[in-house]
């Protein structure tokens, strides 16, 4: 059979203030065309469909609509809830798309309730499907418990917690089956996509590969944003995220992976990549040396190598249309003032100045909108 494993679409991620529907509507296009291509039996979306869990009627929209075209001709579509998601809000979708064909699991579900999926994919096999969402170290370790024991005691708990739901999600697989899990979390080992929620990613929700059997024939991750492949007694991947979320994955590859199982055989995994989102990039240089720069139609971070003056940020965004975010070079950020040991009996206009050059902040058109504000003020 065929899968295409995705995860961390992010659906109405806001990049510096700026809208991203049309980039997801153009990529989660992308995701069911390749679908269709490939022809594939089964979609797993292995959590973070949407960027927050309070998703706009906007966002909601577009993802139902991308589950359902991802649903046509017959293919099986297993999603979960990642850390990003409301698992209270896809457990209400989950009757009603349950009814269209789509397992839905926002919490987690004993094997005999849906936790352990059983079904015959289109291509003939029978298949097995343990299905993980996201679980809070507060729900995995209880509150009782976390009243004693030490952090690093309960890291070990989480872990150990995991490897039980796991095994227990795991325990119905066969030689004869196509024996697959799916789950989202943080491997040791792994390389952050740079987008991540960096609380729910660190050592206390670390678990470690060693919780996937070795029948498992592959293992569909999602929550770190880049695609990879992480060691472990069988074929364990996270597909990355579809689009580069922020500025900190722009050297990742945006996709999802195409994969081809059959019982008791490992998972042959092969990459495909998306195009159809904006790219991210950082340019720097001085405002002479940015008027260079083709900024094509890329999502911008600039940083700029000059010292700051009233209106720099916004000369930049005229220059190019595509900064999102716009820096200072650390050479010429501002610097805390110190207190001069003579600075009795200085105006008020002379200090101002002082300030300003003792920062790095020298402007007059600054300090002649101080001289303007001090004569109102003082009469």
């Not at 929209?61 to 001709?73: F, K, P, T």
């Not at 195409?258 to 159809?276: D, I, K, N, Q, W």
């Not at 009996?345 to 101002?352: D, K, N």
């Not at 002082?354 to 009469?379: C, H, I, M, N, P």
Request: charged letters at 25%; one cysteine or more.
């Amino acid at each position: 059979m065929k899968i295409l494993h995705t995860a961390d679409w992010h659906v109405g991620k806001v990049l510096k203030g700026r809208p991203r529907v049309d980039e997801h509507r153009e990529v989660l296009r992308e995701l069911v065309a390749a679908a269709r291509t490939h022809d594939v039996d089964a979609v797993i979306v292995a959590g973070d469909l949407f960027d927050t869990s309070a998703p706009t009627p906007e966002a909601q929209s577009l993802v139902l609509n991308a589950l359902m075209a991802l649903r046509g001709d017959g293919r099986d579509v297993v999603v979960l809830a990642g850390n990003h998601d409301n698992p209270q809000l896809l457990e209400v979708y989950r009757p009603v798309l349950g009814k269209l064909g789509l397992h839905v699991l926002g919490s987690f579900r004993r094997p005999d309730q849906g936790g352990t999926l059983a079904f015959t994919a289109r291509s003939g096999e029978p298949v097995r499907l343990g299905v993980l969402p996201f679980l809070s170290h507060r729900y995995v370790v209880r509150a009782a418990e976390v009243l004693g024991g030490t952090a690093a005691e309960h890291n070990r708990d989480y872990a150990a917690r995991i490897g039980e739901l796991i095994g227990a999600l795991t325990a119905g697989f066969h030689n004869d089956t196509v024996n697959l899990v799916t789950t989202h979390g943080t491997l040791p080992g792994g390389a952050f996509g740079g987008g991540e929620r960096e609380a729910q990613s660190i050592f206390s929700y670390y678990f470690e590969p060693t919780v996937f059997p070795p029948a498992t024939q592959y293992a569909a991750l999602g929550h770190l944003h880049r695609r990879q492949q992480i060691p472990g007694p069988c074929p364990i991947w996270y597909s990355g995220s579809p689009l580069a979320v922020d500025f900190g994955e722009e050297g990742n590859t945006p996709g999802a992976l195409l994969v081809e199982v059959s019982p008791g055989r490992p998972a042959v995994v092969r990459e495909l990549t998306f195009a159809s989102a904006r790219r991210l990039r950082t340019v720097r240089g001085t405002l002479e040396e940015l008027e260079g720069i083709e900024p094509g139609d890329d999502w911008l971070k600039v940083i700029v190598e000059e010292k700051p003056r009233v209106g720099l940020a916004d000369d930049v965004r005229e220059l190019l249309s595509g900064a999102v975010d716009v820096r200072l070079d650390e050479r010429f950020r501002p610097v805390p003032a110190t207190r001069r040991a003579d600075s009795a009996g200085r105006s008020p206009r002379e200090l101002f100045r002082d300030y300003l050059a003792a920062t790095g902040r020298e402007d007059e058109q600054v300090a002649g909108l101080f001289d303007r504000l001090y004569d109102e003020v003082s009469g």
